[in-house]
């Protein structure tokens, strides 16, 4: 391996989600284990502008595998989008002798480190962290299990009183552009019916399927709808016209929001956030920089952060099928 890296900083940006600490875990371990300094950069891009920067050994990540949220603080920074913004940061790294980072974060927190490196030919690496699934070059990205079994959990509580009360729900769930969370989640769930951005159902299609259900005996309906659904109501407007229209549902809304983004992850999270987190240390100290570490077919590959960023990861049209199957 080579021995120009000598010391890797490691920091978290835009949304928090579940599995981010184990991945600090693990490129903190994974420094340690190849005899590497390890940083903590905090608050994000921010953090790093202002060289927030602390010294990591494989202690000082002791009992975090299991916690939620990101040890290191995360934000979204506006001074970081700016050429001198940027400037400050690599002046704080070579200050503090860092010759390499890892964000773990969206294509945003991507987009920040793919402009550093191209300014500064800065080495870096991305491991992906968000709930909403939306990356190319993975198709799992941290958090995004967790957030699932989170909201299957919630749904089958809200079902016990969907069902009591012969209710039809509305839930909301979180994916401002994709709807992974949505429609995996709804069907696990067993939702009627699923809103998501990348297909409109339209008005008159949900209604349809409403009246349908109703006519095939059952008394209590749930609809899943993405935050990010296009078919141009919010959920409160659309438990409206829904009672407007079809006088027969009682209806309520759920919006789930942020409870989606915390919380222990799951096993599957925490295996995901070790290996991700070996292999973006490894690569780095091989020389390579400006790719994203995900996983492919249960194979931890490598993506030029570029394809990462302007790639889109598509939703399995055969699940929006099977949905429309398991609630006929
Ligand atoms: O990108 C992750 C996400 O949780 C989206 O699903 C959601 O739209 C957004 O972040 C919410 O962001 P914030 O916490 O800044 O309101």
Partial sequence: MSKSITKIGVLTSGGDS?????????????CAFHNIECIGIYRGY????????????????????????TVLKSARSVEFRTPEGRKKAYEKLTEAGIDAFIVIGGDGSFTGAEIFNNEYNF????????????????????????????????????????????????????????????????????????????????LERLLESLRKSKASGKSSSIVVVSEG??????????????????????????????????????????????RLGVKAVESLLEGKSNFMVGILKDVIELTP????????????????????????
């Fill in 18 to 30: 579940p599995g981010m600490n184990a991945a600090i875990r693990s490129v903190v371990r994974t």
């Fill in 123 to 202: 080495p870096v690496m991305g491991i992906p962290g968000t709930i909403d699934n939306d990356i190319f070059g993975t198709s799992h990205t941290l958090g995004y299990d967790t957030a699932l079994n989170t909201v299957v959990d919630v749904i089958d509580k809200i079902r016990d009183t969907a069902s009591s009360h012969n209710r039809l729900f509305f839930v909301e769930v979180m994916g401002r552009d994709a709807g992974h969370i949505a429609l995996n989640a709804g069907i696990g769930a067993g939702a009627e019916e699923i809103l998501i951005p990348e297909e409109d159902l339209g």
């Fill in 229 to 274: 659904d296009k078919i141009g109501k919010s959920v409160f407007e659309l438990k409206d016209y829904v009672e407007e229209n079809l006088p027969e549902y009682e209806v309520r809304v759920s919006v789930l929001g942020h409870m989606q983004r915390g919380g222990a992850p799951s096993c599957f999270d925490r295996v995901l956030a070790s």
């Fill in 46 to 69: 921010q953090g790093m502008i202002e060289g927030d920067f602390k010294e990591m050994g494989p202690r000082s990540v002791n009992n975090i595998v299991n916690k939620g949220g």
């Fill in 305 to 328: 952060l570029e394809q990462a960023i302007k790639g889109e990861y598509p939703i399995d049209l055969e699940l929006v099928r099977v949905s429309d199957i398991m609630s006929i």
